[in-house]
């Protein structure tokens, strides 16, 4: 069996774990973090919340289970 185009794919595209594309990283040209939507609607979230009157693990003693109880394969 011959060379194929997926072989000189796999070759071309292989990676090396020295190797980086591009050259160096341009800390001074970073994309912003977050993606932003200046034409979208702004929604107002609330500063406080009400605590809750359940416990951690009285909630999840509680909890029903999701998952079937026996598996049929």
Do not use: C, H
């Amino acid at each position: 069996m011959g060379k194929t185009e997926g072989d000189d794919f796999q070759t071309e595209t292989k990676y090396f774990r020295n190797k980086r594309l591009g050259g160096s990283l341009d800390w001074a040209n970073k994309p912003e973090i977050y993606k932003s939507y200046p034409s979208s609607k702004t929604v107002q979230l609330p500063n406080q919340f009400q605590k809750s009157t359940i416990t951690f693990l009285k909630f999840f003693k509680n909890a029903k289970a999701s998952a079937p109880s026996q598996l049929n394969l």
